[in-house]
């Protein structure tokens, strides 16, 4: 690839000081997910809104996903350091924001602020790493990064229902405040760049066309089928926006100097494979993480708190197995490595194939365990992979794609396993209508996530539910299986040789 013409100089940069301040700003994102979800049900007793519920989460992924590429173009541009400075400030200004909400609609607005600042620390933070340590250490450090998310995990939703319960849901975005300063002031002072100062050419219309045609695609998934049926003028007036945009996006790319996304670099076969694999894997974390709560107290009738530690078991095996994979990677090659995570999320997925009432909550754990491993081996092998075959140039926007497909992969599968859901359960609900006297639809499943609303139930009531919900998650797991074994096929198209370091 070349030598790159500028890049962190590794003399004057304080590399485990640095890696600190990353890990503090990836700790600050990663703990916004766990710890907002803890909190909502006070936010919405308190603000009301509750039909806008899912849009304060899908705002901020909504700009989390359109932002993330251009942050990762910028950052090759201009350098790591002012892209993260920029995402940072944006993050904490939406979290001061936020605290300060007196109607559900201001603070979806203000998550969009938060998500707009958010796009640019997970993928910078990672591209820094990829340039201030050599492709050995990179995989081992890698591990040391997934372990926030598995940090944030566990003190999450403690962290979240500490707040709620003694002081205020306020206090749940704004805890990011400190984090946040210090991450700023550690990678001020101990992290140089010396970027080449030269007239960059920055592609303003890939990145409108680019958020336009993400944001009509997230509107369609989270709105179709639900608020507007799917043969509706709206939506199909947002499927002709999205493929003109996205298609004139494709176009535009191949033809500007400086593109927010250079597909030249999907002709590189390790990383097409890394990227088209990390959507699947993408839409296999969505549907543990979000439907795995709800057969745990749905069904198994466990309490939020067991939920939470069956999905927790995920991001204990992640960080293990991104840690472990930094050995695999030097002995092993990429290609064994990620084949390996491959298998595993093919186990964890016949685990949830094959969980029962009687399963109990550990069987539950066991395959959230198992799958968190696979996704620990794969996505550290990616990373690593992706890092060592670019050069500096090109590291952060190709960092930031595979993060986009992974992003993609949570949206699509978000909207997708949910449709199946809902499909099922309302026919199971149909076709056995007559075995119940009451009028039951696919609201009705929330009755049993209420420990107090489902103690009240007619027996019979409370079996036909359950065991509709039980099915109708089987067709989801069918479908996580299902793409498990997609990526295991694609897995296998990775080169055989171990690629050589940037």
């Known amino acids: 690839m070349g030598a790159p013409i500028s890049k962190a100089k590794r003399g004057q940069t304080n590399r485990p000081l640095v890696l600190a301040a990353v890990m503090l700003a990836m700790f600050m994102g990663a703990i916004e997910a766990t710890i907002v979800s803890t909190a909502m049900p006070a936010i919405v007793a308190d603000l009301g809104g509750f039909t806008l519920y899912s849009w304060v989460f899908s705002a901020y992924l909504l700009m989390n996903a359109v932002t993330v590429l251009i942050y990762g173009k910028l950052s090759d541009l201009f350098g790591r350091k002012p892209i993260l400075f920029f995402g940072i400030t944006i993050f904490l200004i939406g979290s001061i ?247 595993a999320l093919i186990l964890g997925s016949v685990v949830f194939v094959t969980m029962s009432v009687s399963s109990g909550p550990l069987w539950a754990a066991l395959g959230s365990l198992v799958v968190g491993f696979g996704m620990g081996l794969t996505s550290t092998a990616f990373i690593v992979s992706i890092q060592s075959t670019v050069s500096w140039q090109q590291r952060g926007i190709a960092t930031a794609a595979n993060m986009f497909m992974r992003n993609l992969g949570n949206t699509i599968g978000a909207a997708l396993l949910g449709g199946i859901l809902n499909n099922r359960l309302g026919n199971y609900l149909s076709a056995n209508a007559g075995n119940t006297e009451e009028k039951l639809t696919v609201d009705s499943a929330n009755l049993l996530l209420k420990e107090n609303e489902r103690t009240n139930l007619p027996v019979s009531v409370k079996e036909l539910l359950q065991e509709g919900l039980t099915q109708s998650l089987h067709w989801v797991y069918y479908v996580v299986l299902t793409f498990a074994i997609i990526s295991l096929i694609l897995i296998t198209f990775i080169p055989k040789q171990k690629q050589g370091s940037a």
Not at 299 to 320: C, D, K, N, R, Y
Request: charged fraction near 10%; hydrophobic fraction near 50%.
């Open 97 to 343: 924001l936020c605290g300060f909400a007196t109607s559900m609609e201001s603070l979806i607005i203000f998550r969009l602020i938060q998500g707009f600042g958010a796009g640019a620390v997970t993928p910078i933070a990672t591209t820094i790493v990829g340039d201030i340590y050599s492709a050995e250490e990179r995989a081992q450090v890698q591990g040391y990064l997934a372990s926030v998310w598995g940090i944030s995990a566990v003190t999450g939703p403690a962290v979240g229902g500490l707040l709620v319960q003694y002081v205020s849901w306020n206090y749940v975005f704004w805890i990011n405040i400190p984090l946040g300063i210090l991450s700023l002031i550690g990678i001020g002072i101990f992290l140089h760049e010396n970027v080449e100062k030269k007239k960059h050419e920055i592609d303003y219309i890939g990145a409108f066309l680019l958020t336009v045609s993400i944001s009509s695609l997230m509107f369609l998934l989270v709105e179709g089928g639900g608020r507007w049926s799917w043969d509706s003028w709206q939506v199909l007036g947002i499927i002709v926006l999205f493929i003109v945009t996205i298609s004139l996006f494709v176009y535009h790319e191949g033809r500007v100097k400086e593109p927010v996304m250079p597909f030249n670099l999907w002709k590189e076969r390790s990383i097409f494979v890394a990227n088209v694999t990390s959507l699947t894997t993408g839409i296999i974390l969505i549907g543990i993480s979000s439907f795995l709560p709800t057969f745990v107290q749905g069904v198994m009738e466990q309490t939020p708190i067991v939920a939470g530690f069956t999905l927790t078991a995920m991001s204990i095996g992640w960080p293990i197995a991104s840690t472990l994979s930094g050995k695999m990677l030097i002995s092993m090659g990429y290609r064994k490595t990620s084949l390996i995570g491959g298998v």
